[in-house]
């Protein structure tokens, strides 16, 4: 289903329940913006995010020790099909062509293991998938065909629900690609990026916080 991953979402379908979305009609539907009202008036029923929390939309903002005090509380921004860290305040923003992580957990096609899209524009509001990339580990966002071959899931939450894992830790990191600038990484093999990078960048561990966002109708 090649067309999951990069179909242009109406804000309301992301209240389609997963067993909806696996079904080619869901995808076609949600592919023509089917809000989360029309997809219970057709039958769905129970297409309140409320009824599966894995679905609520959410936004996330790194937590750090004293270590990276100075990234406490930024927000992740998505732009240049990467993952990033910026002010939390609009007006406070390092790059105006962020935006901010809205997303939800969503069955990865074929993997049998949570995946995470997010939007990537408010206007369109497309989605993307979350993935980490193979080669760099930076997280990144892309349609199927650029996130297949990648680390894609599984995502999952904390066990009180307030924080992002993949493959079953929260193993993220800042990395200073320039001076100001923080990208967020999957530090898979827990040496703060050493060997990707040797010691010439800055690697702060985070923790990404989920901030799950007010529905709009409830
Ligand atoms: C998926 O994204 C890649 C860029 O990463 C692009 O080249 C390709 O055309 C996209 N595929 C579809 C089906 O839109
Ligand atoms: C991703 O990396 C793993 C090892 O970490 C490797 O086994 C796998 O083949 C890589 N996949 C791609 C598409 O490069």
Known sequence: ????GI????????AIPLAA?????SVAAISQGT???????????GAEPKDDPRLAKFSLRASCDAAGKHLDGKIVVLRNRKLYLDDSDPAHRTFDDGHPFSGFYLDYPDAKALGLVSTISKD??????????????????GNKTASKDHIHAPWDWTDDQGA????????FVALEESPGVWSVN?????????????????????SLQRRVLKQPGS
């Open 1 to 4: 289903m090649e067309m999951l």
């Open 7 to 14: 179909v242009g979402v109406a804000a309301g379908a992301v």
């Open 21 to 25: 979305v696996s079904t080619a009609t």
């Open 35 to 45: 809000s989360a009202q029309q997809a219970g008036a057709q039958g769905g029923g």
């Open 124 to 141: 369109p509001p497309e989605l993307n998938w979350i993935y980490a990339d193979n080669d760099t580990l930076e997280l990144k966002y």
């Open 164 to 171: 992002l894992m993949l493959e079953d830790w929260e193993g």
């Open 186 to 206: 999957y530090d898979q093999d827990e040496d703060h990026l050493q060997e990707i990078h040797g010691k010439t960048r800055c690697v702060v561990e985070i």
